[in-house]
């Protein structure tokens, strides 16, 4: 065998390991029974140690040097790239990092949740402390010659994005939903929904809703699950979980619809790419780009609803349902502490206070003990509220815990990308608002396999973003957005 | 580290890994969509042939060897024992020949599926054939110095068992039940239940069965699938998986008490031996004794049903359910074709069947293209009904498409032990029949607790019966219960 052909057996190996990973983690998540905890942490340890043992052999690094130095066509050259980064990556940090960072996030974990149970950030600083440094550690180990130290942590979740990239982007974004809420401040909020729905109805309505959307349910599934996510298992394997509210059945609807953002896009990639490692998503940033857009920008807008509404009415056929009313609710623009409860604008807010954290601590400004001030003092001037509690403040994202630093900044690249994308959708189909009202939603989705899903990971996720947005500015697309939606609804418009 | 650690902390990851392929396949049969089917296949290979090398590496040997020479307590002692015979059996096969096995099998599995459903067994012979040979060279390659090719297969499923014990007990027992069925020729059958309800309200009375059984719903769950099955995916985590039919409640609740039988043994194993591998059944027969006495000696008594009968009313309440007409209903005895929906008498003759045609086949005596017409013979002789196709006759099992020669006598193994079992136990709880109808089951699962689940696989299957039977004669305890049940419901009595 070749080089390629045995770095394409190992590449089909590791992702193997890597989809029985992942149904592992599906099931622990979904239907495994408590007391199988301690086996389910002793089967995932293993299996990712396998992976991670066969993923930094030194053949593999053999492999990848001996076709850099060979004539290679395309799908190669971006297979080698990106498979140079990541082993690169791996075997720079010393496995003692690894190991003491696995621990200390494993000990984090566990700290936050008795931290944030019990309210108390201090049971959780000595912990987060520990995370803090190790995280430093490897940014440095990772990070030689990066302008930022913070960059070594962006790249594993967003290759390509810089902190000299985002941080203006972010800071303009800043400034200009400030403006907008500063003019919707005083004005009257939409009314709530105030509607009680039963969770078995709401459960139909999703699999109605992911179906129509063009999620496939031969190659995927839609379960419940404490928190809501996505998972691919493989090719012809895509995982969604949601959950059902009785009295919001928005916000179940909008996990849902998110998730599917997240799973068509999963099941998008370039199937035949299977073994070299392309078909795979080219960030989190680009993966949140399709979550977003299908959540926020059709799944609140007024042609959603009055495709939804029949479909409720279906359901529940005692009760009547107002495109507009549900409309108006969806879209309530509020200063709140929480950002999974946040509405489209404010959002990103909350993103902007973690990625200002995030780059102090890693420029060693902030320790453990100094985030909760400092993240009330970033609340109090960035989202104009402030928590009356740890738990609701700095203790309410499981994140730093787990040690997950640079992964926030995705969120909020997400609602840019998306911003951009729709636009330029908007202008290659014209009849896209009546297509939603229909619920004809396959002209949207085909647009994004062929402009995004259907690249995979040949090019970073803002080097696709750049082939489809041209010169487009994200930040003004998004709040120019933010704008015309709530324009109506708050009776405001843009000076 | 020295050998015993070694080697313990090998058998963990061995553990951890066959726990993982078992959550895989647990998926597969229960929520997977189907597009996964080559992604999972993948999976599992990976799995299979990562335990496959970890499994038969030379220090596994050697830490054996070298553990022999050594004074041992009684747990170290079981534990090599149990380790060296697995692991001869696995390092004397050739890898040419396991994977032949594997390719024939999987080739074997989906000619024998479509020869089934198009009924033309001629699909499915050259297949078989194939399998047959290579089973013989298996037993060949294992079997040096037994008395019967057969024996080496009977060890995967039930060490210690062989041929010369099993044939006597088969052949008496297959004259005692023709002698019982000639007794009830001609007499009028009880009457079927006749009865329709919802598969819902099944579920609902499958998941109250099973806890009140003492099944662990806190490590362990009950879903639905085609075939019923249980699985241990490691400690803390056993599946069971039932199936029911509008028609006929009383084939879902078998099988739903039938796996609940497999998973109490799962959960009682003895958790403590983690890591030395014997918290493992002691064999095919031993697991489906726990079964067999579940589902027949309790789940088809008088007791029983006057325990489920206001089980069902509170499901159903607009129905009558008397329980001397369910437990008529689930005890007709009638010579039919279908193993799998025998009653508890003629269920043996089906599996002496089936014993001696694979004797014949392993003796050389029979080739695949011989199998039709010796089934039928076979069927006429000891069933006394002769199909009327392929797909009721010798196609209707998977157990040879997929190489599982050996397997079958498991099951009537289980019945005969659990027959023993049972006398054993009422004559150490007397109070037995009125616990059943009580619900009241601990003081049963505690006596199986004791007397078989906590012993694991410190002993061969055959040792732990006779530890607990004594020299009880297995045959003559399942003849007379057969007697003494069905005596009253046909008007018959034993000569």
Known sequence: MDAWQNLTARVAELDALAGASATLDWDQQTYMPPKAADTRGTQTALLQRLYHERFTAPEFGDWLSELESRELDGTQRAAVRLHRRRYDRAVKLPSSLVSALSIARTEGFHAWAAAKEADDFNRFAPKLQRILDLTREQAAALGEGAAHPYDALLEDYDPGSTVADLRPMFDRLGVEIGKFLGAIEGRPHPEPLGLRLDVEGQARLSQRVVRDLGFDMEGGRLDRSAHPFTTGLGVGDVRLTTRYFEDDVLSGLGSTIHEAGHGMYEQGLPANLAGTGLNQAAGMGLHESQSRFWEN??????????????????????????PERLYAAANRVQRTLVRVEADEATYNLHIIVRFGLELATLEGQLQAVDLPAAWDEAYRRVVGVVAPSARLGVLQDVHWSSGLFGYFPSYTIGNLYAASFAQKMLADIPAFWSLVERGDFAPILGWLRTHVHEKGSRSDAVDIFREVAGNRDPVEDLVSHLWSRHGALYGVSRS
Not at 303 to 310: C, Q, S, T
């Open 297 to 322: 920008f059709v799944g609140r807008s007024l042609p959603w609803f009055r495709y939804l509404a029949p479909r409720l009415g279906a359901i529940w056929p005692e009760r009547e349902f107002s």
